[in-house]
């Protein structure tokens, strides 16, 4: 069954109708998830020789997203099928090892506030052959320019996955007037539209959001070509397994030791 909401302008009964359904979001998802996989054979593959050169050189990679691009930095740091040699850093770190009152976290425009990158940075134990990936779908915030700023003046590698649509369509809430892009070694797009949702409605407005979904296949995909080379090469992949199978907490425990101190698992 078909869910579809009409809505009337200025007393017209024959206003256009629009339909949101499971089916309008996979047609609309679908050419989305094509186009962002266009990128295999380029940026993904740049971004790929990044990170491996980073992990042989003894680094890690750091994960950094706020808001909904969190999922993203998730997506890439401490998860089942992931590389090990991850850290996932997050706003909330101030608060949950930096000591910061939990009252911090209650300014909901922390995100874009630019000091607070300095303190992340300080508290991710980050070393220099460390490798970053960055997610923001609109790249402006200013702790999102502010931390990609940081980690290239301290000579690392950065990685953006950005919505190319979105972040041209929006000035910079960051004192340089740059954006995430800007800084980036290797850029990648998130296919989503501005303003994300893909769905409009009649009234205005629009729902069901793609940056979620087409940002965990770029970084499914820059995983995979990780692998690809470390595997060819004779190496044997640094990978989770589920913590739900058997013998999974264990090989997990004892990859992670190898990078004791540098990688945290925090909620």
């Known amino acids: 069954?078909?869910?579809?909401?009409?809505?009337?302008?200025?007393?017209?009964?024959?206003?256009?109708?629009?339909?949101?359904?499971?089916?309008?979001?996979?047609?609309?998802?679908t050419p989305i998830m094509t186009k962002v996989a266009e990128q295999s054979?380029?940026?993904v593959q740049?971004?790929?020789?990044l990170i491996v050169a980073s992990l042989r050189a003894g680094g890690v990679v750091q994960a950094f997203g706020s808001g909904h691009s969190e999922a993203l930095a998730m997506e890439i740091a401490g998860r089942a099928g992931g590389l090990v040699p991850t850290n996932r850093i997050a706003l909330r770190d101030v608060v949950i090892v930096g000591g910061e009152?939990?009252?911090?976290?209650?300014?909901?425009?922390?995100?874009r506030d630019p000091s607070i990158a300095h303190r992340l940075y300080e508290l991710a134990?980050?070393?220099?052959?460390?490798?970053?990936?960055?997610?923001?779908?609109?790249?402006?915030?200013?702790?999102?320019?502010?931390?990609?700023?940081?980690?290239?003046?301290?000579?690392h590698q950065l990685i953006a996955i950005t919505s190319f649509t979105q972040t041209a369509g929006v000035d910079s809430r960051h004192p340089s007037g740059t954006k995430l892009v800007d800084h980036a070694d290797v850029a990648l797009d998130?296919?989503?539209?501005?303003?994300?949702?893909?769905?409009?409605?009649?009234?205005?407005?629009?729902?069901?959001?793609v940056s979620s979904i087409t940002g965990a296949?770029?970084?499914?995909?820059?995983?995979?070509?990780?692998?690809?080379?470390?595997?060819e090469a004779g190496e044997t992949p640094p990978v989770y397994l589920s913590a739900n199978v058997p013998g999974g907490d264990e090989h997990n425990s004892n990859l992670e030791a190898r990078y004791a101190g540098r990688i945290r698992r925090t909620p």
């Open 1 to 29: 069954m078909v869910d579809t909401f009409s809505a009337e302008s200025g007393g017209d009964s024959g206003a256009a109708a629009t339909t949101v359904s499971a089916q309008a979001y996979l047609a609309a998802l």
């Open 41 to 43: 054979d380029g940026p």
């Open 46 to 49: 740049e971004a790929a020789d």
């Open 101 to 111: 009152s939990p009252d911090v976290l209650g300014n909901k425009h922390l995100e």
């Open 125 to 155: 134990n980050v070393s220099e052959p460390d490798i970053f990936v960055i997610a923001s779908n609109s790249g402006v915030n200013g702790s999102i320019v502010e931390l990609a700023q940081l980690v290239k003046q301290r000579g």
């Open 190 to 209: 998130n296919g989503a539209p501005y303003g994300d949702a893909v769905l409009p409605l009649p009234g205005g407005g629009s729902v069901c959001a």
């Open 217 to 231: 296949l770029v970084a499914q995909l820059i995983g995979a070509e990780v692998v690809r080379r470390l595997t």
